[in-house]
């Protein structure tokens, strides 16, 4: 069973930043991997992805210039940096990963990804 474990959530004020990490089981079995977020109320939202290459990445338009994914194949990590946070970054992000290698484009991702973690919360205060 494919596991994913995410950290790095937490509170933390307005324009401050934090490093989310989610390490999974899956390898290079999974060559695509990403993070979703869902606020209250909201739909899940497909923030940004990484292929195995590392080269290959997609951070949503909602997000760009202030987030930035980047993957370590060696530590089976994916990471998440988020900088100038707002209160509207308020969520439960998760990280998920697809074994799909090839049809595939980002807007493949937006419906989601065959594995998921558990997620973890974050939380902007003003």
């Known amino acids: 069973q494919v596991q994913l474990v995410e950290s790095g959530g937490g509170l933390v004020q307005a324009g401050g930043s934090l490093r989310l990490s989610c390490v999974t089981s899956d390898g290079f079995r999974s060559p695509i991997m990403g993070w979703f977020r869902q606020a209250p109320g909201k739909e899940r939202e497909f923030l940004a992805g990484?292929?195995?290459?590392?080269?290959?990445?997609y951070v949503t338009d909602s997000v760009k210039g202030r987030f930035t994914i980047s993957r370590d194949n060696a530590k089976n990590t994916v990471y998440l940096t988020m900088n100038d946070l707002k209160p509207e970054d308020t969520a439960i992000y998760y990280c998920a990963a697809d074994r799909r290698t090839t049809g595939w484009t980002w807007a493949s991702f937006v419906y989601g990804m065959d594995y998921w973690g558990k997620g973890t919360l974050v939380t902007v205060s003003l």
């Open positions: 990484a292929a195995w290459d590392g080269f290959a990445t």
